[in-house]
């Protein structure tokens, strides 16, 4: 099967400042990556995501950039604001057929942004 | 506000209650999921259902029973759990189509039903 790694595990930075989240995958034949917060308590909300016939994806002060040679792929946000603060999941797949929406989530990355 | 709805809440139960967790959801997706959460970890797979037929189990444990009486609905029966189950539980949601022409939909998770058992 798929297997993600998510670095770092916590992350704090000044208000304003960026933030990079980075995520591996191992299985060639993953083709989406979609990235989700979850704030203490809440659910998990999809932010942003990419598929693998794209380089960079951006929203806003969120981005996202995939390499496929390398198989990784960044969560890049920019001017962070206190509500960024939350913990942040990568996740992979194959997409469509029998994987049937089977999501390979990484271990995911506590980002605190101080005032 | 979340097009997923997820009820009860919260559910206290015990080793030998029966209970059952209830989602909902009128997007008209057709791909319907079951996923368990502890403290500080990621979404860990349950069940999937696909066009209202169980497709995907992840070998979980038969006190864990689940159910797709239509297409805007999902349950998960409970029964005989032990403390070790608590944790959240997750229902999503995502667009599927018949001939999986659109590739990857995003799930949509509810907010999901805090469990604990004593």
């Known amino acids: 099967g798929e297997n993600v790694e998510q670095h770092p595990s916590t992350l704090s930075v000044q208000e304003g400042d960026s933030a990079v989240i980075k995520c591996t995958y191992s299985?060639?034949?993953?083709?989406?990556f979609p990235w989700y917060k979850q704030e203490l308590g809440k659910r998990p909300q999809l932010i942003i995501d990419i598929r693998s016939n794209v380089g960079e994806k951006k929203d806003q002060r969120i981005a996202v950039t995939l390499n496929k040679t390398a198989k990784h792929f960044s969560l890049h946000i920019t001017e962070t604001q206190p509500e960024d603060s939350a913990v942040y999941f990568c996740a992979a797949s194959k997409g469509r057929g029998s994987t049937l929406g089977r999501l390979y989530f990484g271990r995911g990355t506590q980002l605190t942004v101080w005032p | 506000d979340t097009e997923v709805t997820q009820t009860p809440k919260h559910l206290v139960m015990g080793m030998t209650n029966k209970k059952s967790l209830k989602c909902e959801q009128h997007m008209g997706h057709r791909a319907m999921y079951w996923y368990k959460q502890k403290a500080k970890k990621p979404p860990e797979l349950m069940f999937v259902y696909s066009y209202e037929k169980l497709s995907i189990n992840e070998s979980v444990p038969s006190r864990f029973s689940p159910e797709c009486p239509n297409s805007s609905l999902l349950n998960l029966h409970l029964h005989a759990l032990q403390p070790e189950d608590s944790a959240l539980y997750l229902c999503?949601?995502?667009?599927?189509?018949?001939?999986?022409?659109?590739?990857?939909?995003?799930?949509?998770f509810g907010n999901g039903t805090r469990l604990t058992v004593t």
């Open positions: 299985d060639s034949a993953s083709n989406y």
């Open positions: 999503a949601s995502s667009h599927r189509d018949g001939k999986e022409l659109l590739g990857h939909s995003p799930l949509h």
